[in-house]
Nanobody, 120 residues
Framework: HVQLVESGGGSVQAGGSLRLSCLAS????????MGWFRQVLGREREAVASIAMDGSTSYIDSVKGRFTISRDNAKNALYLQLNGLKPEDTAMYYCAAHAGRYCYWTSFGYWGQGTQVTVS
């Protein structure tokens, strides 16, 4: 069983920055992809960014150049630096993971409880 715990959400004004963190624990596979998703109440959950064990990353177009995903494999930690925040970035942000060397958006099966980001 894998546990994911997010932190770092909050309320900021447009143009501001936040840094989200996620700590993974439990029965972690030797290779696993990690990612961030977000969801607005009443809408489908949306993929934001992913990062493989080797550090290769993927982003959705709307956050490219503003968000940066990173991980510290020694600490089983995942981060998301959010810069240039816009009101449309307001959502609950979820940390997610799946076993494997590479990342696939549809393979995420482990989820955190979420951390709220509000941009006004």
């Amino acid at each position: 069983h894998v546990q994911l715990v997010e932190s770092g959400g909050g309320s900021v004004q447009a143009g501001g920055s936040l840094r989200l963190s996620c700590l993974a624990s439990g029965s972690l596979p030797s290779n696993y992809c990690m990612g961030w998703f977000r969801q607005v109440l009443g809408r489908e959950r949306e993929a934001v960014a992913s990062i493989a064990m080797d550090g290769s990353t993927s982003y959705i177009d709307s956050v490219k150049g503003r968000f940066t995903i990173s991980r510290d494999n020694a600490k089983n930690a995942l981060y998301l630096q959010l810069n240039g925040l816009k009101p449309e970035d307001t959502a609950m942000y979820y940390c997610a993971a799946h076993a494997g060397r590479y990342c696939y958006w549809t393979s995420f099966g482990y989820w955190g409880q979420g951390t709220q980001v509000t941009v006004s």
